[in-house]
């Protein structure tokens, strides 16, 4: 995988510097903001290849890439602007105050605020659950300075968690990060606790500051930053610019941290405490039907990177009472139920290539990483994503009526166990078997509802003579695969098509032509992989395994559809020869796009040498395009 290339490429087609308004990742899939993301070309970074999909969901334009996704990123920010302003071209926006436009706003700001920290929770959280593992079995006793000691390394994630919210917070907020984290070292001052935890009431210019602990909260320091930011505008307007340098961050201070000890931090505090309550309230209520629907509806949650808006759910109840036992227990069941049913396709699938690469998300499924597995497989069989439900569904049952709990915010899965050993052994007990059901129900799920395979065997295909003029062609190619051109016109290197993704061979190597008609044929025997949404190209697969991608015009996915004909749908064995998709070629040049047409072999590392045929003469069906050894 080319990272620079994949990344140059993400770059250009989600426009560039003039829309990327700013760009975080987590552990697989890159998250930006965009100023415009209807400006972005969904359909054609879906078809790059090491992407596996894209969505624009919960205020953010999301790219997953997987397991590699930091090497993206980091070739990614390469290409970003350092020095372009980008808040005050997003305050130009109009502010979309739908429901769905508040909502989506509001999960942008969760994710941008918890993803940056959870590096530092998830390592704390395992550390608390392996020291209590040894304390367990007697490897360690409490009493010891070395179990004091981590205990101290274990406990600062969370002691100062105010502090690192209020620096993420700065980031999102775009405001002074070090004035903030004062901001949050104030909530959690030892002589704030000490003064707060007295007999006395504690009041400020006689207004009175409510008895409560910051340490380990998560909604005060949020909504203090919050403040801050608009506090901030106000006291740079009004200071001079000779004592601007400590007169701006004193008046800051002086509004920000009373109003915070006297109003925001008590309401930040109540608030998260209601909703710890409120998700404990609703579990008593109905019970353990809520872990069984929030592990069937789990990878739909993911699918749009919505998992990210339940970190103060979970936050807040790891700070009290001190475990969680509905959003972590889900992810676990969902997690196995999607490694499972990835290993099984990998047993079940005929397609050697597919069996790899379900064999891989399927081991990172299983360690909690889910989004290989979900797009690379599940939502491309469909079927099996049925039955990974199915096996979340029952082990969620499980894991609900044993009240299963899990005690650090981490990804859920094997590596992770340690997250739900607790003084109650039997804690750990139950999640082993919740995985163990969760794996076992979704391999016979899978086996039982089946799924279309990725590649029909080549014996069941069967072949027709080939034109005299293939057949002489054909000859002289015994140990190579020729592709055929599948559309009429004047061939063109790829290289000189006007798309980088295209021109620097980033999806794959191959040639273009220059249509003169508008029809598009089978360039060899196959099937139908893909057939794109806005029927502007389509993926096939050559009995011998060449993978490749017919591109009809630049940009033309903005058409939606306009202009063109589809013949085929995904699976249809086809001939060479047989007409794949029409186009109205005047008309799309009409409407102002160049009808270049890219032929890519996309599985171009699967091969030796990937060969182009340049004639001076038009090209047509009967005649050769490009040479697979």
């Not at 307007?237 to 000779?242: A, D, L, N």
């Amino acid at each position: 995988m080319n990272y620079k290339d994949i990344a140059q490429a993400i770059f250009n087609k989600v426009g560039g510097n003039d829309n990327i308004n700013s760009v975080i990742h987590c552990s697989t899939r890159l998250r930006m903001t965009l100023r415009k993301p209807e400006l972005a070309q969904t359909d054609e970074i879906k078809a790059l290849d090491g992407v596996m999909g894209a969505v624009n969901s919960g205020g953010q334009y999301q790219v997953i890439i997987g397991n590699d996704v930091g090497y993206v990123y980091n070739e990614l920010v390469k290409l970003l602007d350092p020095n372009q302003s980008s808040s005050d071209e997003t305050e130009k926006v109009k502010m979309d105050r739908s429901f769905k436009g508040l909502f989506n706003s509001f999960a942008s700001m969760i994710a941008g605020i918890f993803q940056p920290i959870i590096p530092a929770i998830a390592a704390s959280g395992m550390l608390k659950a392996l020291l209590l593992l040894c304390t367990v079995t007697g490897i360690m006793s409490k009493e010891s300075q070395t179990y004091m000691i981590l205990s101290v390394i274990s406990d600062a994630a969370f002691y100062f968690l105010p502090m690192l919210l209020a620096f993420s917070s700065a980031q999102k907020f775009k405001t002074n990060p070090f004035v903030s984290v004062l901001l949050g070292g104030v909530l959690i001052h030892p002589n704030l606790i000490s003064l707060l935890g007295g007999e006395k009431a504690v009041t400020f210019a006689g207004l009175p500051v409510a008895s409560v602990q910051y340490a380990t909260s998560v909604i005060p320091i949020i909504l203090t930053i919050w403040l801050m930011s608009y506090i901030e505008k106000f006291a740079d307007k009004i200071s001079p610019g000779p004592v601007k340098i400590f007169l701006k961050p004193l008046i800051v201070i002086l509004i920000v941290a009373p109003v915070s000890l006297i109003a925001l931090g008590p309401l930040g505090t109540y608030l998260g405490l209601g909703m710890s309550n409120g998700v404990f309230w609703i579990q008593e209520r109905i019970g353990w039907l809520t872990v069984v629907l929030m592990s069937i509806v789990m990878p739909l949650i993911v699918m749009f990177g919505m998992h990210k808006v339940f970190y103060p759910i979970i936050f807040a109840a790891l700070a009290s009472p001190g475990y969680e036992t509905l959003v972590l227990v889900a992810m676990l069941a969902s997690n196995m139920a999607q490694g499972a049913g990835a290993f099984a396709v990998s047993l079940k699938t005929k397609d050697p290539k597919f069996k790899q690469i379900a064999l891989s998300a399927g081991i990172s499924g299983v360690f909690g990483i889910t989004e290989p597995a979900l797009y690379g497989v599940h939502l491309r069989l469909k079927k099996t994503l049925f039955a990974c439900m199915i096996g979340a569904g029952v082990a969620g049952l499980f894991a609900g009526l044993m009240n299963l709990k899990a005690y650090a915010a981490v990804g859920p899965g094997f590596a992770s166990l340690p997250m739900f050993i607790s003084e109650d052994h039997s804690n750990l007990v139950y999640a082993l078997i919740t995985m163990a059901i969760s794996i076992i129900v979704t391999f016979i799920a899978v086996y039982v509802i089946g799924f279309q395979d990725t590649v029909t065997e080549p014996a069941k295909i069967e072949t027709r003579p080939e034109p005299a003029k293939a057949q002489n062609i054909s000859k002289s190619f015994k140990s190579k695969t020729v592709i055929f051109a599948p559309v009429e016109g004047t061939v063109i290197p790829l290289q000189q098509v006007k798309d980088e993704a295209f021109s620097q061979e980033a999806m794959g190597k191959g040639m273009a032509i220059q249509p003169s008609s508008g029809k598009v044929v089978a360039p060899f025997d196959g099937i139908v992989i893909n057939v794109f949404r806005t029927k502007h190209s389509i993926a096939l697969k050559s009995v011998e395994g060449v993978e490749l991608l017919i591109h009809i015009g630049l940009d033309t996915v903005k058409l939606k559809g306009q202009h063109f004909t589809v013949h085929v749908q995904e699976g249809d064995e086809i001939k060479h020869g047989q007409l794949l998709i029409e186009f109205e070629l005047e008309a799309i040049q009409r409407a102002g796009y160049d009808t270049i047409t890219p032929i890519i072999v996309t599985n171009t590392a699967d091969y030796l040498e990937i060969m182009g045929h340049e004639s001076s003469e038009k090209t047509g069906p009967e005649k050769p395009l490009i040479t697979v050894l």
